[in-house]
Nanobody, 114 residues
Framework: EVQLVESGGGLVQPGGSLRLSCAASIFTFSTYAMSWVRQAPGKGLEWVSSINSGGGGTSYADSVKGRFTISRDNAKKTLYLQMNSLKPEDTDVYYC???????RGQGTQVTVSS
């Protein structure tokens, strides 16, 4: 079973940066496309970004394009999300997941506030 553990969230001022990490416990991490999604309390999941298995192909939601960068280190079985120029509307719980699946981890809280 895939286990994904997110970390790196926190409280940051508008305009600040955070780097999220997602550690995977599966041997075949390098064969999966991965995604970041986010969810505000009482709202549905919002797709943020995806990356293909090799890391050479990425895509972003319009709301984060140009500010967020997704990457992965297959040797470390870790997915990353570099978030710059953060806005209050980026406040959410962020989850990593195999692309196309519902996240099952705890997520990591990102709060952007002055």
């Amino acid at each position: 079973e895939v286990q994904l553990v997110e970390s790196g969230g926190g409280l940051v001022q508008p305009g600040g940066s955070l780097r999220l990490s997602c550690a995977a416990s599966i041997f075949t991490f390098s064969t999966y496309a991965m995604s970041w999604v986010r969810q505000a309390p009482g709202k549905g999941l919002e797709w943020v970004s995806s990356i293909n298995s090799g890391g050479g192909g990425t895509s972003y939601a319009d709301s984060v394009k140009g500010r967020f960068t997704i990457s992965r280190d297959n040797a470390k079985k870790t997915l990353y999300l570099q978030m710059n120029s953060l806005k209050p509307e980026d406040t959410d719980v962020y989850y990593c997941t195999k692309t196309g699946t519902v996240p099952r981890g705890q997520g990591t809280q990102v709060t952007v506030s002055s």
